[in-house]
């Protein structure tokens, strides 16, 4: 159940909440989270995000991601590991940002730079001139990836990971001297 108020609107609301279950005990778990916070819980983790507006190049979003802090949760340009995080994002974003992969230590591998799968690598190689999107299982070691068709193409050095390529979460890789309005932090893990 979602809704947005003001603070008293939300007390008003939760004092007549009520949770009936048809049988055993069990925990409610109720959250307040500012409105341009987006949770999701996998495999019994909750993960929050967030989407900052702040033009910048990827190291530039890279320190601003890295210098939030979200419930004692630090901060960091999101890893997508799955459908469903990737969904999430593709439709709470207002606008293309950068999110945590980049290949800048080795070319053509690309690993999550920051947060618990800080130094996994979740695809390798190049795609250029490949048509079609490679979305879904990439090979390597469990990944996931939504790259879209010909990318990552490392067309004039790119080694930095953007999402929501052309509205449809799909990936691209740009280069370091590359602005974006937005970026994605992720608190969890």
């Known amino acids: 159940i979602a809704f947005s108020g003001t603070w008293a609107q939300a007390k008003e609301v939760l004092r007549d909440l009520e949770v009936k279950r048809n049988s055993g005990d069990g925990i409610v778990d109720v959250q307040i989270i500012p409105s341009n916070m987006h949770v999701l819980t996998r495999n019994g983790i909750t993960s929050y995000y967030e989407e900052v507006t702040s033009t910048g190049t990827w190291a530039q979003a890279n320190t601003g991601a890295t210098s939030r802090s979200f419930r004692g949760l630090t901060g960091y340009l999101t ?78 050095n790119e080694d930095y990971l953007q999402t929501n390529f052309g509205g449809a979460g799909l990936w691209n890789d740009l280069g370091s001297a590359s602005t974006l309005t937005t970026y994605i932090v992720e608190f969890g893990g």
């Open 79 to 156: 890893n997508i590991t799955s459908q469903e995080e990737n969904d999430l994002i593709k439709d709470k974003m207002t606008s293309q940002g950068w999110v945590g992969g980049s290949d800048s230590g080795t070319e053509g591998t690309w690993k999550w730079m920051d947060g618990p799968e800080a130094g996994d690598t979740f695809y390798t190689g190049n795609r250029s001139g490949v048509a079609g999107n490679l979305v879904g299982y990439s090979g390597y070691q469990g990944s996931w990836v939504s790259w879209n068709a010909g990318e990552p193409n490392n067309s004039a």
